[in-house]
């Protein structure tokens, strides 16, 4: 094993590397990474040739307890991208420590990625923003959550990373032509984070609005963060699944987000499939 130091999950990752280096042996090496939220885990039937790797078969690997999340890597090509796909992730909530939260997107950085995807469920706090909208994440707010990068610096990027850029704003550009060729309609917004797993209250949502957030979800920049330290770039998707606490008469339940999501899943392949063949 790679020297390293016993910092606990820093260590993890080169088992859990060198676990994997060995059931991908001879295959190749993936250099696009997706993350599928809630709703969109039957878009890796796309993916040709596909090696699965379920995430209890990994040392020390973190698995997810929520419904609607698989938990396994999918190796295979989407189109002519060798890709690494995450069928669900896991979440802060669940009562892991941030780093185990990132574990998994470390761990495709180590792989050699150098993009990365990541989709989500929000709720839509901007009031253009409905339930089945697609919004392109151009920045995000952390500050509710604890950083990833907090602790030991991880070897794979600075002490002190820059995050102006963390939506690579190159790859925002890409995923508006990519929606404009297949026909689906985008939206742009800021993605803030909460811990959960609670939502939201109203007065949360009206200091998250006037602190410029547009949508609200349990996950991803944390994941974004890491994948940015680790110099990997970076887009992010996000499914309206309902409008924000306090914003419709509506009541809030993790039924009724899967359900959007599914609903809108048709369209978010679509814009995903285009994404990632002009990527």
Known sequence: MTEV????????????????????SGREKPILGLVLGSGLG???????????????????????????????????RIGEVPVVCMQGRVHYY????????????????????????????????RDDLDPGDLMIITDQITSFVPSPLIGPNYEAGPRFPDMSNVYDTDLVEKIKAAASDCGVEVKAG??????????????????????GADAVGMSTTVEAMAAVHAGVKVAGISCITNKAAGLSDTHLSHEDVQSTADKAKAGFTKLLLKTIEII
């Open 190 to 211: 800021v993605y803030l984070q909460t811990t959960g797993p609670n939502y939201e209250t109203p007065a949360e949502i009206r200091l998250y609005k006037a602190l």
């Open 42 to 76: 039957d878009f890796a039937e796309n993916i040709t040739d596909p090696f699965v790797v379920s995430y209890s078969d990994i040392p020390d690997f973190p698995t997810s307890s929520v419904e609607g999340h698989k938990g396994c890597f999918i190796f295979g």
């Open 5 to 24: 130091s016993k910092n606990t999950v820093f260590y993890e990752i080169e088992r859990a590397y060198e676990y994997l280096q060995e059931k991908l």
């Open 94 to 125: 669940e009562g892991y420590t941030m780093q185990k939260v990132v574990m998994p997107v470390r761990l495709m950085c180590k792989l050699g990625i150098e993009k990365l995807i990541l989709t989500n469920a929000s709720g839509g706090i």
